[in-house]
């Protein structure tokens, strides 16, 4: 009987704790565990760091009033994290945009070149010349062509297969 007794004490003093609950790590630490989320994928890689980048910011620079919610979603497909992140905002933004519609407004542009960024590991610097015109304003009108830099930042999503995860125009 007494041998009994001592399991059960063990048991009872250290052996049959349970993890705390979900909630109770959220009450103790003020945050809540949630799983990680899927990982992205994208419709079309291609088969260089530098043509991902200078497929993404062709697209990126040439639209219409008309196309350009279309041409944002179809590059949201074709990247990933913050690159989709951006390009998607900028198609709900754009679907909605009064002045643009109204305007006529179209963009046109080169990509002029893209070059590793010195000590940062898959990130490129991109330089584009674009021009911005409409059709239903004179906004626009003797707008010389203009020079953009971006940042991109490019993640290999299978064997030779890269597209574009950061985009962070900075002119």
């Not at 990982?39 to 760091?49: L, R």
Request: aromatic share 6%.
């Amino acid at each position: 009987m007494r041998g009994a007794a001592l399991l059960c004490a063990v048991v009872l003093i250290g052996g049959c704790s349970t993890p705390p609950s979900k909630v109770a790590t959220a009450q103790a630490t003020h945050e809540y565990p949630s799983p990680k989320p899927a990982p992205q994928t994208a419709v079309a890689g291609q088969p260089s760091a530098v043509e991902a980048v200078r497929a993404f910011a062709t697209a990126y620079i040439n639209w219409t009033a008309e196309t350009v919610p279309g041409d944002m979603r179809a590059l949201a497909e074709r990247s990933i994290g913050q690159a989709r992140s951006a390009v998607e905002l900028a198609a709900v933004q754009t679907a909605s945009d009064y002045e643009l519609q109204r305007g006529g407004i179209a963009n046109t542009g080169t990509v002029e070149a893209v070059a590793p960024l010195p000590g940062a590991a898959d990130q490129y610097v991109v330089v584009t010349r674009e021009s911005t015109s409409a059709t239903n304003t004179t906004a626009y009108q003797g707008l010389q062509p203009a020079w953009h830099v971006a940042l991109a930042t490019v993640s290999e999503v299978g064997a030779g297969e890269w597209v574009v995860s950061g985009w962070q125009p900075e002119s």
